[in-house]
């Protein structure tokens, strides 16, 4: 009858390859790159933030730049310190937008003010920033106490 083609050999076992080896340079990169993200961030967020603050409906001023600082910064600062791994960079976009937002609060030597004194929400805009990065600075950098 016919005779069998199939070979008595023993095929090699395959053993899975794992997961593929990523360079040694790329992490410092990715790093590097998430603090450039959170500190133009911190940028976009003091300006965004600083020209809503005269935000008006009709003679009123509406206060949408108080909760954008709140979590604005919360949010940054939180994204800064997960991709650095660093506590001090983690705090770099909050600094940043407390430099920008507070040389916007400044005349120019042109008389442009940003940040004007007789607006309400820009003086709590810069109340309520400033906290929220130095609180989420202090909870960042000290750290809890274990009982």
Request: overall charge positive; hydrophobic content about 50%; charged content about 10%.
């Amino acid at each position: 009858m016919g005779v069998s083609q199939h070979s008595t050999e023993a095929a090699p076992p395959v053993t899975p390859a794992g997961p593929p080896r990523i360079p040694e340079w790329v992490d410092p990169v990715l790093r590097g790159a998430g603090a450039a993200v959170a500190a133009w961030g911190g940028f976009v967020l003091a300006a965004f933030g600083a020209f809503i603050s005269a935000f008006r409906i009709g003679t009123v001023l509406v206060p949408l730049a108080l909760p954008l600082a709140l979590v604005g910064n919360a949010l940054l600062i939180w994204f800064a310190y997960r991709v650095t791994g660093n506590k001090f960079l983690g705090l770099l976009p909050g600094l940043i937008w407390i430099l920008v937002s507070f040389v916007w609060s400044s005349r120019t030597t042109e008389g442009d003010l940003v940040l004007y004194e007789s607006n309400w929400v820009a003086t709590v805009y810069l109340l309520v920033g400033s906290a929220t990065v130095g609180i989420c600075g202090y909870r960042l950098i000290v750290p809890p106490r274990r009982r």
